[in-house]
């Protein structure tokens, strides 16, 4: 069996596709992953399975729309991928939340003018393969740029910062 970090986009968030981590655990463990491990409310998972990666995804998908009608964007990659894509981030980390990485299950389009318009004077950016790095040093919550980040990408993507990254990574070993 692989070892895979899983992102569910929407899980949990303002009060939509609210789904307690025990009854996600059950609906992945009801479609063959094993040793399922949360990490915060938000759809963040490290398991076991024997399925390719985007088997996974759209199993968890197809699992999650039948189960509770979400249609929710999954990102699966193996453990070994997953710490390519850290070790790839061209920025230091000297806060955890102020460095953000979007995962994306397919190549981004990316709209140059749309993000040089967005983009605070503060803000740094890098597009690696599927993986868009943003340092915020102003954080994201204003953020212009975070804000209509899906339309600049042109695919859906999911966020997690740097301190989330690092859980993630650590729930592996």
């Known amino acids: ?28 463990e009801g479609i063959g992953c ?4 949360t990490y915060i409310q938000s759809g963040n998972l490290v398991l076991h399975s024997n399925l390719s990666a985007s088997l996974l995804e759209k199993s968890i998908a197809e699992a999650l729309a039948n189960t509770k ?8 990659q193996t453990v070994s991928k997953f710490k390519t894509a850290v070790e790839a981030c061209p920025f230091q980390a000297t806060e955890g939340k102020l460095l953000h990485y ?10 140059n003018d749309s993000l040089l318009s967005l983009c605070a ?21 204003r953020s212009k740029l975070v804000a209509n980040i899906e339309k600049v990408l ?3 993507a999911t966020a997690r910062n740097h301190n989330t990254v690092q859980k993630l990574l650590k729930l592996t070993e």
């Open 121 to 141: 004077s503060s803000e740094r950016y890098k597009l690696k393969d599927n993986i868009f790095y943003l340092y915020a040093p102003d954080g994201i919550g």
């Open 102 to 111: 979007f995962f994306m299950a397919s190549t981004p389009i990316l709209n």
């Open 34 to 37: 094993e040793n399922v491990r």
């Open 154 to 156: 042109g695919v859906p």
């Open 69 to 76: 009608g979400f249609d929710v964007p999954v990102i699966a």
């Open 1 to 28: 069996m692989k070892k895979y970090i899983v992102l569910l986009r929407g899980i949990n968030v303002s009060g939509k596709n609210i789904l307690p981590m025990k009854e996600l655990v059950n609906i992945l």
